[in-house]
C-alpha cells in the first residue's frame, strides 16, 4: 500500500454492543483499515468486551477516538459514503461498496481524507444523519433477507477498498512452481506415446495421430510445471512396471499349468 494513500475512517454512529465494536475492529484489521471513530457509544468506551471479540486485532481499538456527534467525527473528512440498506429521502448518489471504494481510493489518491459511516446495528442511519454524506453505499443481498450485522457490513465495504489495492491473489498462494520447458513436456509425451503403443491403446491404428492431438492437447491446457511433468513420467513408469509384473504372473502360471499335464 502507498505510504501517502489514506485508508477511509470507519465511523460507527450509536454502536450498542461492545462485541460488536470488537469485530469491527477485527475486520478492519483484516483490510488494512485503523482509524475507528465512535460517535456516542451506547455503553460509553472503552468496554474490555471489544478487545476479547477482535481476536487480537487491538490497534483499532487502541486508538479509537469517541465523539459526541456525526458532525464532530466527521469534521476533518472531505469525503464521507453512508452505508445503508434503507431507502432514503436524501437526494444522494446511489452506489455499490465496489463503486464507492473506487471512488473513495481516488479521493484518497487525490490526499483527501475519506470515511465510511456506518448506523446503529437496530435502527440503521436516519435522513438527517446522511445529510453529512456525499453519497449512500448499498450491499447488493438477496431482498427476502437484508439484515447484515455491523460487522458484515464493515467487512464488505473493507474488502472492496482492499481490491482497489492488492488486486491479486496473496504471495502465499500464486504460483511459484517452474514451467515445464518445451523438451521436457515433449520428453513425456514421447514416453506416454511409447506405452500407450506398447499396451495396444491406439487402435484402430489409422486413428493414432488424432488421439495422440488429444491427448497432447488435454496436457497443454494443463501448463505443467516441471515438477509436474517428471511426476507424470514417474506414473507411466509405475504403470508400465506394474503391466510387466501381470504379465509376468501370467506367464508363469501359464508354465505351471502346462508343466502340471
Same mark, same amino acid.
Given at each position: 500500500?502507498?505510504?501517502?494513500?489514506?485508508?477511509?475512517?470507519?465511523?460507527?454512529?450509536?454502536?450498542?454492543?461492545?462485541?460488536?465494536?470488537?469485530?469491527?475492529?477485527?475486520?478492519?484489521?483484516?483490510?488494512?483499515?485503523?482509524?475507528?471513530?465512535?460517535?456516542?457509544?451506547?455503553?460509553?468506551?472503552?468496554?474490555?468486551?471489544?478487545?476479547?471479540?477482535?481476536?487480537?486485532?487491538?490497534?483499532?481499538?487502541?486508538?479509537?477516538?469517541?465523539?459526541?456527534?456525526?458532525?464532530?467525527?466527521?469534521?476533518?473528512?472531505?469525503?464521507?459514503?453512508?452505508?445503508?440498506?434503507?431507502?432514503?429521502?436524501?437526494?444522494?448518489?446511489?452506489?455499490?461498496?465496489?463503486?464507492?471504494?473506487?471512488?473513495?481510493?481516488?479521493?484518497?489518491?487525490?490526499?483527501?481524507?475519506?470515511? &465510511?459511516?456506518?448506523?446503529?446495528? !437496530? /435502527?440503521? +442511519?436516519? #435522513?438527517?444523519?446522511?445529510?453529512?454524506?456525499?453519497?449512500? $453505499? =448499498?450491499?447488493?443481498?438477496?431482498?427476502?433477507?437484508?439484515?447484515?450485522?455491523?460487522?458484515?457490513?464493515?467487512?464488505?465495504?473493507?474488502?472492496?477498498?482492499?481490491?482497489?489495492?492488492?488486486?491479486?491473489?496473496?504471495?502465499?498462494?500464486?504460483?511459484?512452481?517452474?514451467?515445464?520447458?518445451?523438451?521436457?513436456?515433449?520428453?513425456?509425451?514421447?514416453?506416454?506415446?511409447?506405452?500407450?503403443?506398447?499396451?495396444?491403446?491406439?487402435?484402430?491404428?489409422?486413428?493414432?495421430?488424432?488421439?495422440?492431438?488429444? &491427448?497432447?492437447?488435454?496436457?497443454? !491446457? /494443463?501448463? +505443467?510445471? #516441471?515438477?509436474?511433468?517428471?511426476?507424470?513420467?514417474?506414473? $507411466? =513408469?509405475?504403470?508400465?512396471?506394474?503391466?510387466?509384473?501381470?504379465?509376468?504372473?501370467?506367464?508363469?502360471?501359464?508354465?505351471?499349468?502346462?508343466?502340471?499335464?
Amino acid at each position: 500500500m502507498s505510504e501517502t494513500l489514506r485508508p477511509p475512517s470507519v465511523i460507527l454512529d450509536r454502536p450498542q454492543l461492545a462485541e460488536n465494536i470488537g469485530a469491527v475492529a477485527r475486520v478492519m484489521a483484516n483490510f488494512g483499515l485503523s482509524d475507528l471513530r465512535l460517535v456516542a457509544p451506547r455503553d460509553g468506551w472503552p468496554q474490555k468486551r471489544a478487545w476479547a471479540s477482535a481476536s487480537g486485532a487491538d490497534w483499532p481499538l487502541d486508538n479509537a477516538r469517541v465523539f459526541a456527534t456525526i458532525a464532530e467525527a466527521t469534521a476533518d473528512l472531505q469525503r464521507v459514503y453512508a452505508t445503508t440498506a434503507r431507502p432514503r429521502e436524501a437526494r444522494l448518489p446511489i452506489i455499490t461498496p465496489r463503486e464507492a471504494a473506487a471512488e473513495l481510493h481516488a479521493a484518497a489518491a487525490g490526499e483527501l481524507a475519506t470515511g &465510511l459511516l456506518f448506523g446503529a446495528e !437496530r /435502527a440503521g +442511519l436516519e #435522513t438527517v444523519d446522511i445529510a453529512f454524506c456525499q453519497a449512500i $453505499v =448499498t450491499i447488493p443481498i438477496d431482498p427476502r433477507f437484508r439484515s447484515l450485522n455491523l460487522a458484515q457490513a464493515v467487512a464488505i465495504n473493507g474488502y472492496e477498498w482492499r481490491a482497489t489495492i492488492d488486486a491479486g491473489a496473496p504471495a502465499a498462494f500464486a504460483d511459484t512452481a517452474e514451467p515445464a520447458d518445451q523438451a521436457e513436456v515433449a520428453g513425456f509425451y514421447a514416453h506416454l506415446e511409447t506405452e500407450l503403443e506398447a499396451a495396444g491403446f491406439f487402435f484402430p491404428p489409422e486413428k493414432t495421430p488424432s488421439m495422440v492431438r488429444n &491427448l497432447r492437447s488435454i496436457f497443454s !491446457r /494443463a501448463r +505443467l510445471s #516441471t515438477q509436474e511433468a517428471r511426476t507424470l513420467r514417474g506414473v $507411466v =513408469t509405475a504403470l508400465t512396471k506394474g503391466r510387466g509384473r501381470v504379465l509376468a504372473r501370467l506367464a508363469r502360471e501359464r508354465a505351471a499349468k502346462q508343466a502340471a499335464k
